[in-house]
C-alpha cells in the first residue's frame, strides 16, 4: 500500500466527513458536519493510498500561539502503517512553520501522542480549548479526554519510530531497585 501526504481542499471534504462519521461510534471523535468539514477542508491534511482518502487530521488554531490536531483519523483498513503519526508529524512542521508555539490535542488515547513526544497536560494548561469547545460541549468536565501539547520551534521533528528515544531523551533508564533491601525491621519491645 503506498501512501502519500497531500494538503486537502474542498473536493476531499465528503472523504473526509465519511471518516469522521465511520468512526464516532468508537466515542473517541467529535461530530462534525458536512458543511463544517467543506469549510475547513483547507486545513486538513490527507492520507491517500491509490487515490483513496484513507487518513486525515487538521490543524486547528486556537489562538495566536497555539493549535490543536482535530479529527485525527485513519480507515480501519489502513491503520498499522504509522500514517496516524506521519499525520501528526507532518501538521507539527506545518504548524511551527505558522509561527504556533505549540500543538495540543485532546483524546482518549494519548499513549499514541506521547510516543511523539508530546505531554499529559491538565485541561486548564489549554485555556484556548476550553473557551472554544469544552464549554458548550455536553460532556464538559466528564468527557475522559486527556490534554497533550507539544511545543513546536522552527525545525521540530517528530519520530514516530523512535519513540523510546523521544519520550526518554535518547537516555536508558535503569531499572528500579527494591526498596525493601532497605527496610530493617526491628522488635520494639513492649
Request: net charge negative.
Given at each position: 500500500m503506498n501512501v502519500t501526504f497531500r494538503p486537502a481542499n474542498a473536493l476531499d471534504a465528503v472523504a473526509i466527513h465519511g471518516l469522521i462519521v465511520a468512526n464516532l461510534d468508537a466515542g473517541h471523535l467529535l461530530p462534525r458536519t458536512?458543511?463544517?468539514?467543506?469549510a475547513s477542508a483547507a486545513r486538513f491534511l490527507v492520507?491517500?493510498?491509490?487515490?483513496?482518502?484513507?487518513?486525515?487530521?487538521?490543524?486547528?488554531?486556537?489562538?495566536?500561539?497555539?493549535?490543536?490536531?482535530?479529527s485525527l483519523v485513519v480507515d480501519q483498513h489502513a491503520r498499522g502503517r504509522h500514517i496516524g503519526p506521519q499525520l501528526v508529524a507532518q501538521l507539527a512542521s506545518s504548524g511551527a512553520g505558522q509561527g504556533f508555539s505549540t500543538l495540543c490535542a485532546f483524546t482518549h488515547e494519548p499513549s499514541h501522542f506521547v510516543r511523539l513526544g508530546f505531554t499529559?497536560?491538565?485541561h486548564m494548561w489549554v485555556p484556548e480549548k476550553i473557551e472554544r469547545d469544552c464549554r458548550s460541549c455536553s460532556l464538559f468536565r466528564k468527557c475522559g479526554q486527556y490534554a497533550v501539547t507539544l511545543p513546536l520551534r522552527s525545525g521540530t521533528l517528530i519520530r514516530p519510530e523512535q519513540p523510546a528515544a523521544v519520550i526518554y531523551g535518547g537516555r536508558t533508564v535503569p531499572g528500579r531497585r527494591l526498596n525493601i533491601e532497605r527496610l530493617h525491621l526491628e522488635e520494639v519491645p513492649a
Open positions: 458536512l458543511g463544517d468539514v467543506t492520507a491517500e493510498s491509490d487515490g483513496v482518502v484513507v487518513g486525515c487530521a487538521e490543524l486547528a488554531r486556537l489562538s495566536a500561539g497555539v493549535a490543536e490536531v482535530r499529559i497536560v491538565p
